[in-house]
């Protein structure tokens, strides 16, 4: 500052031409020393205090300038691209609805709509009248008129069906739920993109950007969901297509032993028959 330099040649100016005031003015102006020294000193806290307010105004200047240039860089991060729905939305698939007309199946025997119907809206009730009504039911009949190994292989075979309509109609319901509620999530996803693509600032705050990551979490769980539920109903199809190719491999295992165990007797009982058949034809030529 220029207020400390000036400072020093003012006090030895006026120390110098003090004898000389005081002859100069000895008519009755006196110089008073402790007076001029009093003024001098106010002088230096008038310039400390100047160089004081040049400190706190380029202080409060440079904070003002971190202000600003944060204010703008927060404005600059809360704006989002023109174009970057543009670039980067996409579309997805969803589950289409089997009663559209371009898609839904003839309904010649008047019972395709119940199985359609429930592979759209799922239930269990609708379920269970589609099996009902589009597979071919058991019959139910005694089997006390059977052998012990018939019978086991015909329970085995009753055993296969019911498990297999469990199975079938828990599929059908599983998948009609879930094709009847994609609707709503398809919703639920075309809104998270429209506000994750949207140019409102009040859609870019950090309170904004954290409820989308959220939300967008709490919808791949759902989606991840369903797609452990179809899988598990793939994977109760094909236990059920293993219990059946076991059923019949142990069939056969089963013929084999039977066939092994009685296959002497049986030829024992064949040739017998043959040789009484035999002795018993008569080679005379009287007839006797």
Do not use: C
């Not at 020294?37 to 160089?51: D, K, S, Y």
């Not at 008129?145 to 109609?169: F, K, M, P, V």
């Amino acid at each position: 500052m220029k207020y400390g330099k000036l400072f020093f040649p003012v006090f030895a100016l006026t120390i110098a031409l003090a004898p000389a005031a005081h002859a100069q003015f000895g008519g009755g102006i006196v110089f008073d020393p402790t007076q001029s020294a009093h003024a001098i000193q106010q002088i230096e806290q008038n310039v400390q205090g100047l160089q004081t307010a040049e400190q706190i105004y380029t202080t409060t200047y440079k904070t003002l300038s971190q202000v600003i240039a944060a204010y703008n860089l927060a404005y600059q991060m809360s704006r989002m691209p023109q174009n970057l729905a543009a670039r980067y939305r996409s579309d997805f698939s969803m589950w289409t609805n089997l009663t559209n007309p371009s898609l839904s199946a003839a309904n010649t025997s008047g019972i395709t709509s119940s199985w359609i119907n429930a592979l759209d809206l799922g239930n269990p009730t609708r379920a269970t009248s589609a099996y009902t009504g589009a597979v071919i039911q058991l019959q139910s009949g005694s089997l006390s008129s059977q052998d012990a190994t018939t019978q086991a292989n015909i329970q085995n075979q009753y055993a296969s069906s019911e498990i297999g309509q469990a199975t079938l109609t828990s599929s059908l319901s599983t998948l009609g739920t879930i094709r009847l509620d994609s609707q709503t999530f398809q919703q639920k996803l075309a809104n998270l993109e429209s506000d994750t693509y949207s140019t409102d600032p009040g859609q870019q705050t950090s309170n904004a950007l954290l409820g989308k990551i959220n939300s967008a979490t709490m919808l791949q769980i759902h989606s991840q969901q369903d797609t452990n539920q179809i899988l598990a109903a793939a994977a109760q199809q094909q236990t059920l297509d293993a219990k059946e190719e076991l059923d019949e491999r142990n069939r056969l295992i089963n013929q084999s032993i039977y066939f092994q165990q009685n296959f002497p007797t049986l030829m024992q009982n064949v040739t017998s028959g043959v040789s009484d058949s035999i002795h018993a034809i008569s080679l005379s030529t009287t007839g006797q």
